[in-house]
């Protein structure tokens, strides 16, 4: 049998490469709608619909129940919030606020999602924030400011656009990511993700037929496409969910604060993203923010 290190040392690998796929997959999207004119709408739902589409069909083959949580109404009723107003609308803003600003801007602005997930808790649980907690709130904030107006509170150096969209990308992680924990609990985390895609994507599908392709297709296209779907979807959601299950969400989630460094690398040396340093140091206190509210939670972040 593994021994605890060669478990731990596996599930914070698994993380990192997870995070590392979720970022440059934020540079592939902005890759496809700034060269080669694809459409938010279409990209989301096919994401959406294959990857959804996939997933079931590897629980089902590992002799997973797919249509028990369809047979209880509340649980029914809940999956179908997951899908629509957890899963579309984190995908859907998030690549919204790609296609206003940056892969770079967009993942620096949703991982406030963490903070916006403290705040929640502590207002439910009404508990006052600790000192460490103001701290995180402060650089959360002070992170915002520095990466909208670069020190400047009268201008905007990103789009209005950019902002409105990455900051409801930020509450819509939040809502991803608190909404299904009791469908967590009672049925397998795969299936659930499965139908949370599969749920989102019929439902922009209707809005956004995906068999109306829009932009320029050649192998650069089905590439980063491809990748997305692939390596941005399905390998990283199931390498994080394997790593929470070695490691524990804490250190998992703190592997992943590497999203937006990657995102923000790979962004830089392959599309030319203008990244300063005020944009450096934004990018430094909302992932210190989040650090500090995962390392130190406090009462109001354990549930």
Not at 10 to 15: H, I, K
Not at 106 to 115: E, K, M, R
Not at 203 to 222: F, S
Request: hydrophobic share 55%.
């Amino acid at each position: 049998m593994k021994s605890a290190a060669v478990h731990r040392v596996e599930g914070l690998s698994l993380a990192l490469l997870a995070s590392i796929f979720w970022g440059l997959s934020g540079v592939c999207v902005q890759f496809l709608f700034q060269r080669r004119g694809v459409s938010v709408e279409w990209l989301v739902a096919t994401r959406l619909l294959v990857a959804g589409g996939l997933l079931l069909v590897i629980s089902f083959l590992r002799g997973k129940d797919l249509f028990r949580i369809w047979k209880h109404k509340k649980d029914r009723w809940g999956l179908l919030v997951f899908g629509i107003f957890g899963m579309l609308s984190v995908q859907y803003t998030y690549f919204a606020a790609i296609k206003y600003s940056n892969a770079a801007t967009a993942t620096i602005l949703q991982y406030l999602g963490p903070v916006i997930i403290f705040l929640w808790l502590a207002l439910r649980k009404r508990e006052w924030p600790g000192a460490l907690e103001w701290v995180s709130l402060a650089l959360a904030v002070g992170g915002i400011f520095l990466l909208v107006t670069h020190g400047d509170p009268g201008s905007l150096v990103i789009s209005r656009g950019a902002l409105i969209w990455g900051l409801l990308a930020a509450v819509a992680l939040a809502v991803y990511t608190l909404q299904p924990a009791a469908l967590m609990t009672r049925y397998d985390t795969p299936v659930i993700l499965g139908w949370g895609f599969l749920t989102g994507g019929i439902v922009l599908a209707m809005v956004a037929p995906p068999w109306k392709v829009a932009g320029t297709w050649d192998v650069y296209t089905y590439l980063n496409t491809g990748y997305i779907i692939f390596f941005g979807t399905i390998a990283s959601f199931y390498a994080f969910m394997v790593a929470v299950r070695l490691v524990g969400p804490k250190p998992a989630s703190l592997m992943a604060t590497s999203e937006p460094l990657a995102a923000t690398g790979v962004g830089i040396l392959w599309l030319g993203i203008p990244f300063g340093g005020m944009d450096w140091l934004a990018c430094g206190c909302i992932i210190t923010s989040m650090v500090l509210i995962t390392l130190f939670p406090g009462g109001s972040m354990r549930e």
